[in-house]
């Protein structure tokens, strides 16, 4: 009789050291379930963020503590062209003065006299800290219908503000030459003031008249600019600009990294 009492007294000890075993493996897969560490990706304000994922060690700001949290549109415009063309040239400011964002998602507009939706374009572009970019889209919509307002807006979930100084100032202009009436051409002289060689860069060159205003707009992809050296870049129309030319800026596409 002892030795069967022995027996179930062990028996029993060996059950409850089991079960205390696996109460405890359970335990910490309930906990490693429930409870995450936390990250910048967790969809929580928490660690020293300053917002839900953002601010602190996040490499996110928080948009709500910028000075601009939406970059500001400096002008959008159509550009009429031969054969029922019309381009958009726009251009969009950040004023913030450590803040870029890559990537950004936009939407243009397009609407005829009678407020009429005439087309649309969805595209994306990088913004750069403290800066000023145009955005060029040739033959957005074709057709025989006037468009007489063009609206650029931002998808601002896409507005992701990372820490980031404003971009070195790689490309200088030159001279610029405008010639030609029926055709115009414009040849700017670009100068590369880095150590690096700069390979298919594309530049935008807007027309500008004597009140500012944006008459013509076109693109073009320069192969090479050697470092610490000069190439030309030419722009063409196939028609006369609707004013006389009073300005020509010149700038790059900048792709962040």
């Known amino acids: 009789t002892r030795r069967m009492s022995w027996a179930n007294e062990r028996r029993t000890f060996i059950l409850v050291i089991l079960g205390l075993i696996g109460a405890t493996v359970l335990s910490w897969v309930i906990i490693a ?16 963020e300053q917002g839900v994922d953002c601010g602190g060690s996040c490499a996110y700001l928080c948009s709500v503590l910028l000075p601009s949290p939406i970059p500001e549109v400096s ?9 029922g063309r019309t381009d958009v040239i726009a251009y969009i400011s950040n004023e913030n003065p450590s803040a870029a964002v890559k990537g950004a998602r936009y ?32 033959n957005l919509f074709s057709g025989n219908q006037t468009v007489s307002n063009v ?4 998808d601002t979930t896409s507005l992701w ?11 200088q202009t030159g001279e610029v030459n405008v010639s030609g009436t029926t055709n115009p051409r414009v040849t700017a002289t670009l100068i590369n003031n880095t150590a690096t060689a700069l390979t298919s860069t594309k530049f ?17 992809v320069v192969t ?3 470092a610490f050296s000069e190439a030309q870049a030419v722009f063409t129309w196939n ?6 030319p009073a300005r020509v800026d010149v700038r790059p596409v900048v792709v962040l990294p």
């Not at 002008?75 to 054969?83: C, D, I, K, W």
């Not at 243009?108 to 145009?134: K, R, W």
């Not at 503000?161 to 490309?171: D, F, G, L």
């Open 107 to 138: 939407t243009i507009e397009m609407f005829s006299d009678e407020q009429t939706l005439v087309a649309t374009h969805a595209g994306v572009v990088d913004i750069p800290a403290s800066s000023e970019i145009p955005v060029y889209i040739p």
């Open 239 to 244: 028609q006369a600009f609707s004013a006389v």
């Open 151 to 154: 609206f650029l807006t931002f």
């Open 75 to 83: 002008f959008a415009r159509a550009l009429s062209l031969p054969g």
């Open 161 to 171: 503000w990372k820490q980031r100084a404003p971009e070195e100032v790689r490309i």
């Open 33 to 48: 379930a429930i409870f995450k560490e936390p990250t910048c990706a967790d969809g929580a304000q928490n660690q020293d």
């Open 204 to 220: 935008i060159a807007t027309i500008f008249d004597s009140a500012g205003n944006a008459i013509a707009a076109s693109q073009t």
């Open 224 to 226: 090479s600019i050697g």
